[in-house]
């Protein structure tokens, strides 16, 4: 073993939250002087990993060595003491105060009462000149770009002495110049000898700025090397795993007919772009992209939850094709967010009340009022259909298991009988086995003439229901594939390195 | 984008003083004393207590909080401080000292409400406002408590031809705009006003500043009873009533945010002080109704904390961007 | 399903606990009433407490809507206040007491509106607002007085109001107590009433279940401006006077007290019109049995103050909003 080339090693890191693994003797192992790619789907344990790391969580088991010595981090404090920088994607600006003060906000350098100011300045000069920078020291942050942000924390780790960054998603909201130019400061930090580590869902950065690369799944690690011996294919597969053959739920239909939602232009600066598309009454299409590539903030800006910038979409009412706005499509589809606790249920209130909530003018008696027997007949209708597992309708939605909750969602859609389903990450966090209900369920669905748009970071969940895929990258609708379309070609989609495709900004 | 965003909120960034001079100018040509130097200074001294109750405040608003005791706090320290001389015939410095102290001390009650109880700050200010008033009441049983003769005429005082508490308001302003912009507890409670979770990612004590904002918010209120009793020569029962809403309003006119983490104590709570005191001044010289008073300052302050609530939007619509 | 756990009973407890401590806290004050003041339970003095009682019940039922909505709403008795002034000088003037019983009615569905359209449609601070709408309404309710109060009101008025009708319970006693029933009912039963639990719960799930959040919004302030005009009439033709002195702080802290009592939390989505008023009944009782016992009307601020801070220090959930 030598000390002085390794500067970085996890070894044999296992974490559980709630009895459930999220990283089972994970490994990581990263060089002075060089970037390591992390690389892995949602839920693959990279965050995990990172935030032991960082000391934001504590793991079970394992240990990190760091320049050859082994060393316990509990809190970001020490992985501050220890050299252990983590620019997250949320930057922790303070926007009202200046460069200067942000950078030096946790020690400020005083003399009797007072903070030395110009000493302060000329340290932060000195900090944002090694990242090639020229912002004066006492400009306030919230006037400058989220990239110059960026780099005021990155001078903020500098002044810890860090040696190692780790950067979580760091192109994710930059511009093009930006980014190129963060790959520049990167490239700095490397010929001073710190330890990068590079979390992205971008593949074409990694092969343009990292050395090595590091791919996890399902809480292990896959696959560590020098990124030579990979290319973007490789990768995608790693990240995937061999697409298990769970067998389709429904073969892929070709949907005919007149579309049921045109969409076309749609935008929304700095997020979407160009979105021209349609679907279908009864076709179930899946938005195939990586997180961070737009296909959230699709959804959201179809049923008016963002707002956009241009664009028409157009919904089929009858017979014709009519231009409708965003608020008033919302009337007419069932929306599954993918922050299930924070937006898709009540979780004080109960099964039945949740279920009510978008029903509740259909509930009415003669005296305009709910009518509890109707609200019960309805709630009891959902729990037997969808198979929720409850003491009984009165349970509050936040005893339920994910699943159950998750099915509670679709039990507050399905009583407004919407002709279109948008479902955002519908198993996220759920076993397997509430995973292919949710799935059974979208197909029936389906069955019944609704139309489905649905995201999922999981490829064979969608391989297992999908009639049509849109690939989404950077905002941008980039192809579309036919249900019967393989792993490979659906990988090799998203893995196109395309450095043109910049978020439209 | 910086350039768009410069035009488009001019007339937020500047409006303050639009309407500043509009109602200076307009007093100056309406009525024959207001424009008189003797007039102003009476202006400046006037608002003193005002001032200085605002600029405790002002640094629980930085903080992200709010206090809205600050007007009892006064009246409560500086009941017990008269009390204390008439009755146990203390040494007024000695007073003066309780005061502040018993200041400090139901600031910190209501510090330790808000960042040990977890109480939102609010309710928990609101709570102390009504007791603390209730307290001093029942202590001074809702009379005027006189304070001794040797000093009740201390509030004529002047040095030359200013008052003299001019001078103690500009010495306190400049220590707390000191304090807030200089040093690093300062900084810090700027830091936390803007975004109490990242300050605390950030390492920050948050609880503590919070704190001791709380203490220094009724220290200062104090500071600014001593003021109003010295000019009044008395405690009256209705001391520092209103005052915590009219201070609020202070702080915002003076273009000190509600959401906390923006603006500077000096250029905030001096003209934000005496755009209040000079209304109240250029309304009585108009000879107008001194109820009146109450509706046109509260008017000034909705539109006040309109352009708050408008220019903070605004400004969190940028940073998302 | 693999980690199907049916999970017992729901498992809030902060209801329960806030229910105990004001079961506890009623239950000690009665027996120090029966111990040290028995007066209290002569007939004159419960009619007396339960007209009190129901004044203060009725604004707590306005605070309790916008308190659900996740709002809160200071210019209740401000609002009032300068109602029963409006109303009353009205009234004094024309001798027609059915419009000024209007004109207190829309003073306060305006002020309500007021506040109602600075929270949800310019997204100012809905404590500050109605601070503000506060300190201007009372002002201008001092202007318009000149801090007198207005008496010699039509007899009809406040015979109309002061008849009691069923076994001497006043008919204030019982407008209250139909209205509470009612919006106890609508509140559980209407559309409207799920939707404020829902956006007072979580406004964004609720915006994503279709709720029209700022409507809700806007609907509670102006109906807790609807309750102020209410008391405004009710209150005048108790008093047989209106003046500006009806709204003072102490009433504001009452009602706070009242619904943090009652089991309504400050921070939205829970509680309950019938645990507002038995809030209301409490501090009520509380201040009765303060005043009985000798305890100055000062003092007893000093306790509301302190039960305030108590039962929001209670309240599970941590300081999110302000």
Known sequence: MNAQQTSLRMEGISKAFAGIAALRGASLEARGGEATAVMGANGAGKSTLMNILGGVVASDRGRIV?????????????????????VHQELTMLPTLTVAENIFIDSLPSSGPFIRTREMARQSEALLARLGCSIPPETRVEQLSIGDQQLIEIARALRHKAKVIIFDEPTSSLTGPERQRLFNVIRGLKTDGVVIIYITHFLDEIFSICERVTVMRNGETVWSSPISEVDPAKVVHLMLGV??????????????????????GLRRDGVLRDVDFEIRSGEIVGLWGLLGSGRTELLRALVGLDPIDGGTISWRDGRTLAPIAPERLHAHVGMITEDRRGEGVHLPLSISDNIALPNLKSLLNKWRLIDRGRQNALADAMIDRLKIKASGREQIVATLSGGNQQKVVFGKWLATSPRLFLLDEPTRGLDISAKTEIMR????????????????????????????????????????????????????????????????? | MTARGKTSDFPLQHGFFVVFAIIFIFFSLATQHFFQLDNILNI????????????????????????????????????????LMNQGELNPVLAAIIVVCCGALLGAVNGFIVVVLKVNSLIATLSTMIAYRGMALALTDALLVQLPPPIRFLGNTRLGPIPLDIFVMLVVLVLVHLLQTKTAFGRQIMAMGNDIAVARKVGLPVDRIGFF??????????????????????VSPFLGSGLEFTALAVVVVGGISLLGGRGAILFSIIPGAFIFEMIRDGLTNLGADPYSYRLIGGAVIFAAMYADALKSGRYSMRRRL | MAVTQIAPAPLFAWPSRQRVVSAVLMIAT?????????????????????????????LAIGMTVVMIVGGIDLSLPANTAMGAV????????????????????AAGLLIGLVNGFAVARLKMIPFVVTLATMTVVSGASVWVTNSLSISQLPDTFIDFFDARPLLGVPVTV????????????????SVAGRWAYAVGINDRAARVARIPIGRVILASYVFSGLMAGLTAILLTARLGSASANMGNDGVVLDIVSACVVGGVSIYGGSGRVPGALFGALLITILSNAMNLIGVSYYLSLIVKGAVIIAFVAIDGRKETKR
């Open chain 1, 66 to 86: 760091l320049d050859g010595a082994e060393t316990v981090i509990r809190s970001p404090r020490q992985a501050a003491q220890q050299g252990v920088a983590f």
């Open chain 1, 243 to 264: 697409a298990e053959n769970e067998g389709r739920i429904r073969a892929p239909i070709e949907a005919v007919g007149e579309p049921l939602i045109a969409v076309t």
């Open chain 1, 441 to 505: 369920l979208v197909v029936e669905l389906a069955e019944q003439g609704c139309s489905v748009l649905l995201v999922s970071s999981e490829l064979q969940e969608l391989m297992r229901v999908c009639d049509r895929y849109l690939i989404i990258s950077r905002g941008r609708l980039i192809d579309e594939l036919p249900g019967s379309a393989g792993a490979s070609a659906l990988m090799g989609s998203i893995a196109m390195i395309d450095n043109d495709l910049e978020v439209a900004s």
């Open chain 2, 44 to 83: 400046f001294s006037a608002m003193d207590p005002l001032a200085i109750t605002a600029s405790g405040l002002a640094l629980v608003v930085m903080s992200g909080r709010l206090d809205i005791s600050v007007g009892s706090t006064a009246f409560l320290s500086c009941a017990i401080g008269a009390l």
């Open chain 2, 213 to 234: 904002s709380f203490v220094l918010a009724g220290a200062l209120a104090s500071v600014g009873g001593i003021l109003t009793t010295i000019q009044n020569g008395a």
């Open chain 3, 30 to 58: 009665l027996v120090a009433i029966g111990v040290y003041a028995p007066n209290f339970f002569r007939y004159h003095n419960i009619i007396n407490v339960l007209l009190q009682v129901s004044l203060l019940g009725l």
């Open chain 3, 86 to 105: 409006l109303g009353a000088l009205y009234m004094k003037a024309t001798g027609d007491w059915a419009v000024g019983a209007l004109i207190m009615i």
């Open chain 3, 174 to 189: 019982l407008v209250v107590a139909v209205l509470a029933g009612l919006v106890a009912m609508l509140m559980r039963s």
